[in-house]
């Protein structure tokens, strides 16, 4: 049985089902901030990256582990 908090987070993440990375961007507009701040808040490690190349990524779960509220 899942919890309220749970099925919040569910559905935010609804759209990207089947990725397992989004981008700094996408997490942005999941966490409710803009553009510039999530980069910022992606610099200061507030969310969770991984680099591959030039491309910073965000990956889905531990994104769902900040939402949580539990350190990814």
Known sequence: MSTPA???IGEALRPYTGRS???IVE?????G???SAAYA???RGQIPTIVIGRKHL???G???ELL????P
């Open 21 to 23: 990375t989004i981008t």
């Open 41 to 43: 808040a992606a610099n």
């Open 6 to 8: 749970a099925d919040i």
């Open 68 to 71: 949580a509220g539990r350190t």
């Open 27 to 31: 997490a942005g507009q999941i966490l």
């Open 58 to 60: 965000v990956p889905l």
């Open 62 to 64: 531990a994104l769902a």
């Open 33 to 35: 901030i803009g553009r």
